[in-house]
């Protein structure tokens, strides 16, 4: 290796630090949680906390003014890559917060879920910054076999068991399918760099039909991980089963890594055969509107209620894709990250209202929370304003960025569809509004939860109504992004 090369790959580990930084800390942590005794294992949690904000100032500080590839084209940075892996390690941090009093409610309080989320988001990071079709793979990977794990971390519980069956099967077959239109793709243009792959796509060979088999294959998977119908049945049964701080987990971090994923592959890779797959998520995005807010509404079950959310909210945001123009990934990328950030106070209230065995799953167990508590009736009501679409909270602006986007493409009837199955949407999250406060409460036991994670909901609730008021900031970061 000559000295310029070896500069080369200096630099290149330089951008890596997030990424050796957080895959050495989970190491260490694993090694640290052999060593605690039972009574001590919050201490892991507290760790792993501090690890993804240390991270994320790492990622913070790294100067990032254009897109660089390094590490022989397997890495690249730019500043997508910084948002999202910010967004990233704050989210998951939040979510190790939300999670550990409900561990200990339920004995199940051990290092490995923390663990297996450090290396999940670690595999997150990776896909984020993926400059290859190999790196993005085993970022993928990585991440959904702890997922997988994490699913099934609580033993005891056979329907989380028999869900981690169902994601295992069902998540090894979508992988497979998006490992078979990567192959095709590499046959077509020669390359597994996302670059080379987007400038022979660019010279020549958009309407290939080996391409379009190739990108037929890659949205089976990409619609998978985000849950896009018809790809979408894992969603509600996982949601469901899974120990809820695990729902949360995959609710918000695992749909930031699967939204790199696709801007990876669709806008950046396949820039040149946008007309191709813009036409079959169009398909993706009308189903995942119609029927994740039509069977949402006869759900009982809140988790199930938020899984049949989480599939219309994503038919919203392939809406910014299929536009095919950078205001629609802005639009997109923005929709994303607060979608994100109000599922995460969503299923944190479901959190701070369970307790041992009781899971505070249903939607009735939300009756008369304003004469238990108005604070938290108040926060609940903002999270379902936002979701619903209602101004001024932070929803109203996504909904409002991606309509407008299809519309600068001439997709009037799109624009309306999306429109009209937004007032459908609202009734099932109006409900639980009516439930909080026009209801007598079925439960009246005191809510509990930690200080640190009041403080912490409370915050995150607050900040949705902050972003609602004044979006401007989080739009400046998506359209930066984009530059």
């Given at each position: 290796m000559n000295a310029f090369s070896v500069a080369e790959f200096n630099s290149g580990l330089g951008l890596a630090v997030p990424e050796i930084f957080l895959g050495i800390a989970a190491c260490v942590l694993l090694l640290m949680d052999l060593l605690l005794p039972e009574r001590q294992r919050q201490w892991t949690g507290v760790l792993a906390v501090v690890t993804l904000l240390i991270d994320a100032v790492f990622v913070v500080m790294e100067p990032v003014s254009t897109r660089m590839v390094v590490l022989g084209g397997m890495f690249e940075m730019d500043r997508m890559a910084q948002v999202l892996k910010l967004a990233t390690l704050l989210i998951v941090a939040v979510v190790f917060v939300y999670s550990t009093d409900y561990l200990r409610r339920r004995a199940i309080l051990k290092g490995e879920y923390y663990v297996l989320g450090l290396f999940a988001t670690l595999g997150g990071l990776v896909l984020i910054s993926a400059g290859s079709l190999v790196t993005l793979y085993l970022g993928l990977e990585l991440m959904s076999l702890c997922?997988?794990?994490?699913?099934?971390?609580?033993?005891e519980s056979g329907i989380a068991a028999e869900s981690a069956i169902k994601y295992f099967v069902l998540g090894s077959l979508a992988s497979g399918t998006l490992l078979y239109g990567m192959s095709i793709v590499y046959g077509v243009t020669g390359s597994l760099e996302l670059?080379?792959?987007?400038t022979a796509v660019q010279s020549g060979f958009s309407g290939n039909v080996g391409l379009l088999f190739g990108i037929a294959f890659l949205i089976v998977g990409i619609g998978f991980k985000l849950g896009a119908v018809p790809f979408h049945m894992w969603i509600p049964d996982v949601y469901e089963g899974s120990p809820t701080c695990v729902t949360l987990f995959i609710g918000t971090a695992s749909?930031?890594?699967a939204f790199a994923l696709a801007m990876r592959l669709l806008p950046e890779a396949l820039a040149g055969a946008q007309p191709d797959w813009s036409q079959?998520?169009?398909?993706?995005s009308v189903l995942s509107i119609a029927i994740g807010n039509i069977v949402a509404v006869a759900q009982t079950n809140?988790?199930?209620t938020l899984a049949y959310s989480t599939i219309s909210h994503i038919g919203y945001i392939l809406l910014g894709f299929l536009s095919g123009s950078a205001q629609g990934y802005q639009a997109a990328m923005f929709y994303m990250v607060s979608y994100v950030i109000v599922a995460c106070g969503t299923f944190g209230m479901i959190l701070l209202l369970a307790r041992e065995g009781f899971e505070a799953d249903q939607l009735v167990d939300f009756k008369g929370l304003n004469?238990?508590?108005?604070?938290f009736a108040g926060m609940m009501a903002i999270l379902m304003f936002s979701l619903a679409g209602l101004p001024p909270f932070v929803g109203f602006w996504a909904k409002l960025?991606?309509?407008?986007?299809?519309?600068?493409?001439?997709?009037?009837?799109?624009a309306v569809l999306a429109v009209l199955f937004s007032v459908i949407g609202a009734f099932y999250y109006l409900r639980v509004v009516k439930l909080m406060y026009f209801d007598d409460p079925v439960d009246t036991a005191t809510i509990g939860g930690s200080l640190l994670m009041r403080t912490v909901l409370s915050m995150n609730a607050l900040l949705v109504f902050g972003l609602g008021v004044a979006p401007a900031s989080l739009l400046a970061v998506c359209q930066r992004a984009w530059q």
């Open positions: 997922l997988y794990a994490m699913v099934a971390f609580d033993r670059g080379a792959i987007a749909k930031l890594a079959m998520l169009v398909v993706l809140f988790k199930r004469a238990r508590s108005p604070w960025g991606v309509i407008q986007a299809v519309l600068n493409m001439n997709y009037t009837w799109l």
